[in-house]
């Protein structure tokens, strides 16, 4: 029988990914730079599954760095690699690599794309639509050239939803809903009730951010618990199949929210999740 730790997923990046948003606001922090990697971040938190998400391009595909952040996740039960990064970058080979590491690591599940289904806005909607169907599709063959079935799970956020075309998201497995601003944490359960409703087949995920990049500070620990507590309840009622945490990157330099999240994930996660 699941239990809650099982549906953990850690968002993972490189190092020092954002430092560079720790100067927006001095507020709520010890220090101004956080050097904890994907595994240690999954660790602290005792989560079991991890995202490997490529920023810039990095780790690039096929690369030492790539292998060696396979190598720190093997006791992971469940491994998602990016095959779109920050922005929807992409380099082209992700999925090649991902099949790669299929091979030699049996906790590969899949694909991860980030902010894939945000980009192009300067785009028409009809150009918008070719650009991701394309992207998805190419994803898409890659992965089924792998020795077992991969899955595609893309980010969703709602304020985009109108941006997205049905046929993009016919080939996308599991959805994850983030909550960019963190104020709009405050009507989350309306938010979700939206997604359900514009995605009603398809699996989901809830996003948890601890840090509120727009305003340059720890999401609040009022917000983090709504956010928590709301997303352990659509766990229960079987609504959603995970939470994701984001992300190490932010983690080690003493937000509010990382340490209320400590405790909270050591209070449920050994709680059942109903068959």
Request: glycine share 8%; with cysteine.
């Amino acid at each position: 029988m699941a239990t809650v730790r099982d549906k953990l997923w850690m968002f993972g990046v490189r190092p020092h990914q954002d430092d560079i948003w720790f100067r927006k606001s001095t507020e709520d922090r010890v220090r101004f730079r956080s050097r904890i990697t994907p595994g240690e971040a999954a660790l602290m938190l005792d989560v079991p599954n991890v995202m490997m998400i490529n920023c810039e391009g990095e780790p690039v595909p096929f690369s030492e760095d790539a292998y060696g952040y396979a190598e720190s996740f093997v006791s992971m039960d469940n491994v998602l690699w990016g095959a779109t990064g920050s922005g929807g970058f992409r380099i082209g080979n992700e999925e090649k690599f991902i099949c790669k590491l299929a091979e030699e690591y049996p906790n590969i599940r899949g694909a991860f794309c980030d902010d894939l289904l945000g980009s192009g806005s300067k785009l028409s909607y009809e150009e918008r639509k070719n650009k991701h169907l394309k992207i998805v599709s190419d994803i898409r063959n890659g992965l089924d050239q792998a020795c077992r079935p991969m899955e595609i799970h893309a980010v969703y956020y709602i304020h985009k939803a109108d941006s997205i075309a049905p046929e993009v998201l016919e080939k996308i497995d599991v959805l994850s809903l983030w909550t960019w601003f963190s104020e709009e944490l405050d009507h989350i359960e309306d938010s979700f009730g939206k997604f359900e409703r514009y995605c009603p087949e398809h699996r989901k995920m809830i996003g948890i951010y601890m840090f509120d990049f727009d305003a340059g500070k720890s999401v609040t620990v009022e917000r983090m618990e709504h956010q928590c507590e709301f997303a352990l309840k659509m766990l229960k009622e079987k609504r959603i199949e995970g939470m994701i945490i984001e992300t190490n990157s932010v983690m080690g330099i003493g937000l509010p929210s990382e340490l209320w999240l400590r405790g909270w994930i050591r209070k449920v996660k050994n709680d059942v999740i109903p068959d």
